[in-house]
C-alpha cells in the first residue's frame, strides 16, 4: 500500500489520520476515515507509535507521549516499482553473503500468533534489497523448507544458521497474496503451488 511504501511498519498503531483522533476508533471507523481522506484530496498522514510502546503506555494507565510517535505522509499513488509488482505471486529470493557483508540485510517481525514471520524491512544496498524481498512479505520456506507452520523462535534460529552459511533461499509472498491464498484454498508450498499451476 502507499501508506507502506512511505514507511508504515507491521505492529504499527495508527493514533491519527489527517489530525483526526483515531486511538478509540474501530478497525472499520479507520478504514473508513483512509478511504474518505484518499478519495477527497489524496492527502493521508499517519500519526503511529510502535505497539509496544502504546501496550506499556496502556499497561500503565498512562497517556500516550507523542515523542514515541512519528508521521508517515503516505504518497497519493502507489509507487511505480510497487504498482509493477506481480500480484498474488509467490517470489523466491536467493541472498548469498560475500566477505564483507555482515547481515543478509533484512529485519523480521514475529506476527501476533507467534507462528510464522514476516520481513518488517529490507535495508538499501544490502544483500537482500538486490533481490526481489520487501517489506510486509511473509516467509514461507527458508531452503526448500516449509516453515510457515511452526513458531517464529525456531524460525530465526533457522535465519541465523543460514545466515553462518552465508546464504538462504526465502520463497516468500506478500501479505495481501497470503490472504488470498488462504481464503482460496491455494496451497503455500513451493511444490504444492508448481503442481497446481501445471495444466
Do not use: W
Not at 504518497?75 to 553473503?97: A, G, V, W
Not at 514476516?118 to 511473509?138: H, W
Not at 553462518?164 to 482460496?184: C, G, I
Request: proline share 4%.
Amino acid at each position: 500500500s502507499p501508506a507502506v511504501a512511505a514507511g508504515l511498519r507491521i505492529r504499527d498503531v495508527i493514533l491519527a489520520v489527517n489530525d483526526k483522533n483515531m486511538r478509540e476508533s474501530s478497525y472499520d471507523d479507520l478504514k473508513y476515515t483512509i478511504k474518505k481522506a484518499r478519495d477527497y484530496d489524496g492527502r493521508i498522514d499517519l500519526l503511529v507509535i510502535d505497539q509496544d510502546f502504546y501496550e506499556l503506555f496502556k499497561e500503565k494507565n498512562q497517556s500516550i507521549n507523542f515523542r514515541f510517535a512519528k508521521t508517515i505522509e503516505t504518497p497519493s499513488t502507489m509507487p511505480i516499482d510497487y504498482q509493477n509488482f506481480p500480484k498474488h505471486q509467490p517470489r523466491t529470493c536467493e541472498i548469498h553473503l560475500n566477505r564483507r557483508d555482515t547481515s543478509f540485510g533484512f529485519q523480521t517481525v514475529n506476527p501476533l500468533t507467534d507462528v510464522g514471520i514476516l520481513i518488517q524491512e529490507v535495508y538499501p544496498n544490502s544483500p537482500a534489497a538486490k533481490t526481489l524481498l520487501r517489506k510486509c512479505d511473509r516467509i514461507i520456506e527458508i531452503n526448500d523448507e516449509f516453515i510457515d507452520d511452526i513458531s517464529s523462535t525456531a524460525i530465526l534460529e533457522k535465519l541465523r544458521t543460514a545466515k553462518e552459511k552465508r546464504y538462504v533461499k526465502l520463497y516468500v509472498v506478500d501479505t495481501t497474496t497470503y490472504d488470498f491464498f488462504q481464503s482460496n484454498n491455494i496451497q503455500l508450498s513451493s511444490k504444492e503451488y508448481r503442481q497446481t499451476r501445471v495444466v
